[in-house]
């Protein structure tokens, strides 16, 4: 409810009020939203454009979306004989891009996504099943699947620190 004497924020597409902060919460006018419904809708609805901003579509109707950090979690690994794939937070999947694959200074793995137009953080299950495939190889890790070995930019000494 507004206060009185305040006037009412008019939004408009190109500035909605919404954001989607680090930590993957979605935020109204500094509010976080918490019904899941509405999460898993703005989550699904998110889209990067062509200019480096992000959408969100939702049937005919659209906005421009704040993304302060990743705009998607990676909540799981899948693999063949010879690619890992991730399933992202908008129920998509698609190959991982082993270039793409960082390791933050918190310790958790990020990826470019999206045709490399967006950024995804791993959740803590994601990065552990990865985790569970790597293969020390000199200073660095890869990945052995049953018709490829796939080489990752991790360095060893930055996982014991």
Do not use: C
């Given at each position: ?15 909605s ?6 930590d ?15 999460i ?27 993304v ?56 803590r ?37």
């Open positions: 409810m507004a206060e009185i004497g305040l006037p009412k924020r008019w939004h408009t597409r190109e500035d009020g919404l954001v989607l902060d680090r993957l919460n979605w935020l109204h006018d500094g509010e976080r939203i918490t019904h899941p419904r509405i898993e809708a703005f989550n699904q609805g998110l889209v990067p454009t062509d200019d480096g901003r992000f959408q969100l579509r939702i049937g005919n109707d659209w906005a421009y979306v704040a302060e950090g990743a705009a998607y979690r990676v909540n799981a690994i899948d693999t063949d004989d010879t690619r890992v794939y991730v399933r992202l937070s908008d129920r998509t999947g698609e190959a991982l891009d082993p270039a793409t694959l960082r390791l933050g200074e918190d310790g958790v793995l990020t990826a470019r996504v999206k045709d490399g137009r967006a950024e995804a953080l791993f959740s299950d994601a990065q552990y099943a990865l985790g569970q495939l790597l293969v020390p190889e000199g200073a660095g890790v890869a990945v052995v699947l049953p018709r490829a070995r796939i080489e990752l930019p991790i360095d060893l000494s930055a996982l014991a620190g």
